[in-house]
């Protein structure tokens, strides 16, 4: 699974932006699909995970309220609304792919995308 995610750019505190990662590869549907994100000078860390079929998800507790996944697995696509931003949610995003289940632990996740990068001003 090849993954290519986008959406990211300059947004003021309180705004939106919608992330979107798609999938190469027929298989897409059957991985759960998470987002991670690494600000500047610190470690990569658990965004939001769905399931296969979009059935269960989950959220660290600092984004839970107002960040959303989502999936389309007719488009191969998955996605990562985020609202009422704030400074502290700068960072690149990456997605990925875990053949098992809905998980926070980036080491379960076989594939990764290449990053977005997200900069929220105060």
């Known amino acids: 699974v090849q993954l290519q995610a986008s959406g990211g750019g300059l947004v003021q505190a309180g705004g939106s932006l919608r992330l979107s990662c798609a999938a190469s590869?027929?298989?897409?549907?059957?991985?759960?699909m998470g987002w991670f994100r690494q600000a500047p000078g610190k470690e990569r860390e658990f965004v939001a995970a769905i399931s296969w079929s979009g059935g269960s998800t989950y959220y660290a507790d600092s984004v839970k309220g107002r960040f959303t996944i989502s999936r389309d697995n007719a488009k191969n696509t998955v996605y990562l609304q985020m609202n009422s931003l704030k400074p502290e949610d700068t960072a690149v995003y990456y997605c990925a792919a875990d053949p098992g289940g809905v998980v926070a632990d980036a080491r379960e996740y076989d594939y990764w995308g290449q990053g977005t990068l997200v900069t929220v001003s105060s």
């Open positions: 590869g027929r298989t897409f549907s059957s991985y759960a």
